[in-house]
């Protein structure tokens, strides 16, 4: 069955790959970044730039979902930010603006999209093995990793507040994936698993995982990093 997808992070790496693959198969997807010239409008496939960050751009959006009626199956909150830097030269403005796009910006955006989302719908948060307690952890990425940390927590919670009603929330702690952000996180580090890959598992999660999981933060990984 066709669904309506609202995916973030959708100018490039994976988010991209989920977006495309996603309209493709003939899902409605509103894909969500500050840059949107990567995507190309269809019929399917509806480009919107925002700021995560900026919440007066999210709630406009939510108008536009009203106005238009749409009622969303799944919310793959994928954006993400990654600073790499020693702990001891990271700066309050650093922690922040790393925070503001992966934990309050996901918050806000989940926050305002929950009446628009279908009861028995799924809202999956794209987290990192970083932020899993106990998992390898590697040096630089403190403001990112604690992030994310804060989303498996976040999601965790949000399970529980709606396990009466719905929707679902799902977290995926992903491991090393080839895109941009990971240069940045391991320059040079070849990951085993591409963009299209982990768009491909992340997809059919969204649109069945609900099922059979909530509240859960999966790991989705077969590397270190
Ligand atoms: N790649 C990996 O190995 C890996 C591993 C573990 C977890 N993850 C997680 O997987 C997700 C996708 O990662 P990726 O590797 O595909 O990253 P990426 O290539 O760096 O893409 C990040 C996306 O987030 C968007 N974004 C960043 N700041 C934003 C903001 N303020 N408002 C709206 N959108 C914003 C970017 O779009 P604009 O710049 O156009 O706004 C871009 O589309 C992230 O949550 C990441 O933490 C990735």
Do not use: C, W
């Not at 990567?38 to 730039?49: N, V, Y």
């Not at 700021?51 to 199956?73: P, S």
Request: net charge neutral; glycine share 8%.
């Amino acid at each position: 069955m066709l669904k309506t997808l609202v995916i973030t992070g959708a100018s490039r790496g994976i988010g991209h790959a989920l977006a495309k693959l996603a309209s493709e198969a003939g899902h409605s997807v509103y894909a969500l970044s500050r840059n949107i010239e990567t995507l190309e409008r269809t019929a399917t496939l509806f480009p919107i730039s925002i700021d995560l960050t900026d919440e007066k751009a999210i709630v406009e959006f939510a108008d536009q979902l009203k106005e238009e009626g749409v009622v969303i199956d799944a919310l793959i909150n994928n954006a993400g930010a990654l600073i790499n830097k020693p702990f001891s030269e990271t700066s309050a403005k650093d922690f922040e603006s790393v925070y503001r796009v992966n934990v309050f910006g996901l918050a806000s955006l989940t926050r305002i999209l929950i009446p628009f989302i279908e009861l028995k719908g799924h809202v999956v948060n794209i987290s990192s093995m970083g932020g899993l307690q106990g998992s390898s952890k590697f040096p630089g990425l403190a403001a990112y990793s604690s992030s994310k940390a804060a989303v498996n927590i976040l999601t965790e919670l949000l399970a529980e507040e709606y396990k009466n009603t719905g929707p679902a929330f799902n977290g995926l702690a992903l491991g090393a994936v080839q895109t941009e952000m990971l240069e940045a996180a391991f320059p040079g580090f070849k990951a085993p698993v591409t963009a299209q890959q982990m768009a491909k598992y992340i997809l059919q999660f969204a649109l069945q995982g609900q099922q059979f999981y909530n509240g859960k933060i999966l790991p989705v990984s077969s590397s270190t990093p």
